[in-house]
């Protein structure tokens, strides 16, 4: 007869980070509850502050325009420095991977670099179903009667070319070079 494991939640139960006390198990459920509730807004809020001031930072370093002269006619024109397509990709690809890249990270230590249940093609298929799912709304959202072009094509065939690449190379790693080992080069 195997042994019974105590879940984290029973005493002699435990987790990476919970509980932090001892004595916590012996708590009632909706005590504990309450505290894991609270605890969790306090933390939305902190991400809303830091989102809040990224965001920010996002729109000032992109907002950022210079003087050139133009060669052909002589004129001073006003020019962006960054490229907003490129500032709105970058945001939205950090804004929706970095909590599985986060899990994945945490899982990948704690279980001594050995690819985990989430793993590495969770990231990816994240990623993946995120380009897809964007390029097929973006399809579905224009009338028929519209005809719609890609504005900055060398910016989506590069986000093409390195998703791609990054595939490719999930592949080759996760199932040729050391499979299910996560390696620290």
């Not at 490129?86 to 804004?95: C, F, K, S």
Request: aromatic residues 10%.
């Amino acid at each position: 007869m195997a042994e019974h494991e105590a879940k984290i939640c029973e005493p002699g139960g435990h987790g990476m980070l919970f509980p932090l006390l001892e004595s916590e198990q012996h708590w009632s459920s909706g005590l504990r509850a309450a505290l894991y509730i609270a605890a969790l807004l306090y933390l939305f809020l902190g991400v809303n502050i830091v989102a809040d001031k990224f965001v920010a930072s996002i729109e000032i370093i992109t907002s950022q325009k210079r003087r050139v002269r133009q060669k052909s006619t002589g004129r001073v024109v006003t020019v962006a420095v960054w490229n907003s397509t490129v500032a709105n990709l970058t945001l939205m690809a950090l804004g929706s991977s970095s909590p599985e890249i986060l899990l994945s990270v945490v899982e990948t230590v704690s279980g001594n670099f050995f690819s985990g249940e989430l793993g590495p093609g969770t990231i990816v298929g994240s990623a993946a179903f995120n380009l897809f799912m964007i390029v097929a709304a973006s399809i579905v959202a224009v009338p028929c009667t519209e005809v719609r072009r890609i504005k900055e094509m060398g910016v989506y065939a590069v986000t093409v070319v390195f998703s791609l690449f990054a595939y490719i190379w999930l592949v080759i790693v996760c199932s040729i070079i050391s499979p299910d080992v996560i390696e620290v080069w």
